[in-house]
């Protein structure tokens, strides 16, 4: 399963900063970033390559910090990659909650984030679909 | 120019015999309430008194007594006299809730109106009501008491300000009640936004209150408008507004001493100071049938002005309200304490109990912003999940200090720890 780091961070400047100058001390690397914001406060939502050590070295810093599960799937850097993605949890009835990626090689390989109600379901869905999920980084 | 030329001009002897008189029917009437029969027997307490001075005898009443006694224990009357009850905000918890039988409010609107023909309002002046109704006292205080001395009474509420610049406008308003804040405010929308030249407008007297505001506040406000602004005074637990009034001179508030009798003590010692020395003011109901109360502590600081006002009252005047004993703070012209919020914060476990209040004024209204630290164990990383503590706050306090919210979460430990003195109101209203 895959796994994301969300962050409770003030709707303030410098807050990203301070959360991405602490994964490079760590030399922990970033591969998507998104953010949701409600008005004073947002959530910063992370994928990184060591996420384990991103949870103890941002509670360390007094973050407030949370893994939770997300789909990581892997899909094709081209046209209608992501919509093929959509319409079968389309079918399935199955609602997107959030969704972000990135790309792992230019004109290859992609990763797709998926935040689901149900996220043993959907990856279960997906395999059977031939898709290729990404435990964790 | 009297609205009741007989008892505001009472000589001071007659005064003093009125007050003697009422203050033993009061201690008497007093004493038919559950809580202070309980607390007269306490102190072996006769309801009876003699002279003024026998007065120092009985204990001060606080708000926690009040809220001791909620909903009804200090109604001395039967229940079924009383015709109407206002409530203002307690230190924690339960609001103080005050009783009035017809006869109050009849002598309440009498108050208000001695008051609002003192600065020069008559039957023929067009009298715009700008502040709340409902539970708040400020609204239906002075709407009786401008009916009473015969003027048109426009219940306009608070807020809403397109409609009020309307109604001034077509119908000639004359004289407004409104908190200082507000006033500033429209006259900004009128002359920035609107951009209707002040002069359109018939204003004579703004009646300001609810919120502490400076001498210098009065004078920006009177230039704005070129009108007069006149201050009132009044507790909810003293019926609301119209306790003190002033006169057209401008020079302290004339507090009604057949209604009211006033003490200002030394709120350390409880001590009884003399006339002049600055202090708290302490009041005794002296007509009042539904809830009689017994020196009730206002917190309010103030003290007696010396001397007689050329206006010919006898009805002595106090001070400009200058402070508070304690950590109250008055938003939208509501009663706050900090205990009130904080007392929601521990009922709600996602929260820490580190708090800041910031209290700032957008557009000419106060704004009223509970900044909160999420608690560690509760974050899950979903934001509908905040949201929802947001509001479940919100609302809470609303509930609990009748003024709704903004409610901010923040990160842990981003505010000062609830050990040790931190300051935990900001207040960054200029007035």
């Not at chain 2, 004359?174 to 209707?196: A, N, Q, R, W």
């Not at chain 2, 004993?325 to 580190?354: A, C, H, Y």
């Not at chain 2, 503590?389 to 981003?414: A, F, M, R």
Request: aromatic share 8%; hydrophobic share 40%; net charge positive.
């Amino acid at each position: 399963m895959g796994k994301q780091l969300s962050i409770f961070v003030e709707n303030k400047p410098g807050k990203i900063n301070k959360i991405t100058g602490i994964l490079e001390k760590e030399k922990i690397n970033l591969k998507a970033m998104t953010i949701a914001d409600s008005g004073t406060f947002g959530i910063v939502k992370i994928i990184t390559d060591n996420n384990r050590k991103a949870f103890d070295v941002l509670k360390k810093s007094n973050f407030l910090v949370s893994f939770q599960d997300v789909v990581v799937v892997e899909i094709q850097d081209k046209v209608g990659s992501f919509h093929r993605v959509a319409k079968i949890l389309e079918e399935k009835g199955i609602n997107i909650e959030d969704a972000y990626g990135f790309i792992i090689e230019e004109g290859g390989k992609a990763a797709l984030i998926l935040k689901v109600p149900e996220t043993e379901r959907v990856e279960k869905i997906l395999k059977k679909r031939g898709y290729k999920l990404i435990e964790n980084f | 120019m009297f609205f009741q030329p007989d008892k505001e001009n009472i000589s001071i002897d007659n005064l003093k015999a009125v007050q003697e008189e009422c203050l033993a029917k009061t201690i008497e009437l007093a004493g038919r309430s559950p809580y202070y029969r309980k607390l007269f027997n306490k102190y072996g307490l006769k309801p009876k008194i003699k002279a003024l001075k026998d007065i120092a005898k009985f204990p001060f009443t606080t708000k926690e007594d009040l809220r001791q006694s909620y909903p009804t224990g200090m109604v001395a009357v039967p229940f079924e006299e009383i015709v109407r009850m206002h409530a203002s905000s307690g230190t924690t918890g339960k609001s103080t809730l005050v009783f009035h039988t017809k006869k109050d409010i009849e002598n309440w609107a009498i108050l208000v109106a001695r008051g609002l023909y003192a600065v020069g309002v008559r039957k023929t002046d067009i009298f715009q009501n700008m502040m709340n109704y409902g539970l708040f006292t400020g609204g239906l205080g002075l709407h009786y008491g401008a009916e009473k001395l015969g003027a048109l009474v426009i219940p306009a509420g608070s807020g809403n300000t397109k409609k009020q610049i309307e109604l001034w406008l077509d119908l000639k308003t004359t004289v407004i009640h409104i908190t200082p804040s507000y006033l500033f405010y429209l006259g900004h929308v009128i002359e920035e936004e609107e951009k209707i030249p002040l002069s359109k407008f018939s204003l004579k007297i703004a009646i300001v209150g609810a919120e502490p505001h400076s001498e210098e506040t009065r004078r920006k406000l009177e230039n704005i408008f070129g009108i007069k602004v006149f201050n009132c005074y009044g507790l909810s637990e003293m019926n609301g507004p119209g306790v003190a009034f002033e006169c057209e001179y401008q020079n302290g508030l004339h507090l009604w001493e057949d209604h009211y009798y006033a003490e200002i003590i030394n709120p350390d010692t409880g001590e009884v100071l003399p006339e002049g020395k600055e202090g708290e003011l302490v009041l005794t109901t002296l007509a009042r049938e539904g809830m009689p109360v017994i020196r009730y502590r206002t917190r309010d600081i103030t003290k007696f002005i010396k001397g007689r006002c050329p206006c010919g009252r006898t009805h002595r005047r106090i001070e400009r309200i200058k402070g508070r004993t304690d950590d109250m703070f008055i938003v939208k012209g509501v009663n706050i304490f900090p205990s009130q919020i904080e007392g929601v914060l521990m009922q709600i476990p996602e929260v820490d109990k580190n708090y800041r209040i910031v209290i700032d004024r957008y557009e000419g209204l106060d704004k009223l912003i509970v900044e909160v630290e999420v608690k560690k164990g509760f974050f899950d990383g979903e934001l509908s999940h905040l949201k929802a503590i947001q509001d479940k706050l919100t609302n809470k306090l609303k509930e609990n200090i009748l003024v709704t919210p903004v409610v901010n979460l923040v990160e842990p430990g981003s505010l000062p720890s609830s050990t040790g003195k931190a300051q935990r109101v900001i207040d960054k209203r200029r007035l």
